[in-house]
């Protein structure tokens, strides 16, 4: 089935969390898709790996065509097909390898978050913090490297800038419930050059009808 005739429904909770980038990069396509609430945990044994996100493609007759599901391969595979990763496999991973280190700095943060020893807590959110401050200083840097224009890689929208943006619009807005000092910690830690990537994005022509659960990032920055 040729992409440009694909449809999707995005199966994932009501919340921003695992699935934000993922309603970015569908948004970002312009395609077709709506989205699923499964009731949760009734619906957890219908899901592929018993977690959320799921991917559903569907046929022109609007029947299942390909199911897929956790978070990072739902938006690989939407970045790849829709052409927000470069086909060079080489360019490519110098963008994908950005997605397992922020993966590593969401696992540390919910970590920390579970931690019922304050000693263990602490131990915690010191690692997710010096990993927190090695990501940002990737990221700026690849944002000067490529002359500070709000693009980490070349003049267009890439997979790179919107997995920043989704990381940024959980730690600042969405996982504030799980603690509420997160916001104001990340926000005095972001640098001019992610400020200006957030705002690029948040304003691309491509991204202006996502609509984050949230609201705007670039707001909430400023708040």
Not at 118 to 139: H, P, R, S, W, Y
Request: glycine letters at 6%; hydrophobic letters at 40%; aromatic letters at 8%.
């Amino acid at each position: 089935m040729s992409s440009s005739n694909a449809s999707y429904t995005l199966r994932y909770f009501d919340a921003i969390g695992l699935a934000e980038s993922s309603r970015i990069l569908l948004t970002a396509a312009g395609v077709e898709w709506t989205e699923e609430h499964p009731e949760w945990p009734q619906e957890k044994l219908n899901q592929p790996h018993g977690r959320l996100p799921v991917l559903v493609e569907k046929s022109t007759d609007g029947s299942p065509d390909f199911v897929i599901c956790e978070s990072s391969n739902v938006e690989r595979y939407l970045a790849r097909t829709y052409g927000f990763l470069p086909a060079d496999l080489k360019q490519a991973a110098l963008q994908e390898q950005l997605r397992d280190l922020i993966s590593d700095v969401v696992s540390l943060f919910f970590t920390q978050v579970q931690c019922k020893n304050k000693e263990d807590k602490a131990e915690f959110q010191t690692k997710f913090e010096g990993l927190l401050e090695t990501l940002i200083n990737v990221q700026t840097k690849l944002l000067k490297d490529n002359g500070n224009t709000g693009r980490m890689f070349g003049d267009k929208l890439s997979y790179a800038d919107i997995i920043t943006y989704g990381l940024y619009i959980k730690l600042v807005v969405g996982f504030v419930k799980f603690n509420a000092d997160i916001a104001d910690n990340v926000k005095s830690k972001l640098t001019p050059e992610i400020v200006k990537l957030i705002s690029t994005v948040e304003t691309d022509p491509l991204v202006v009808k996502y609509k984050s659960r949230g609201g705007s990032l670039v707001a909430a920055l400023s708040a």
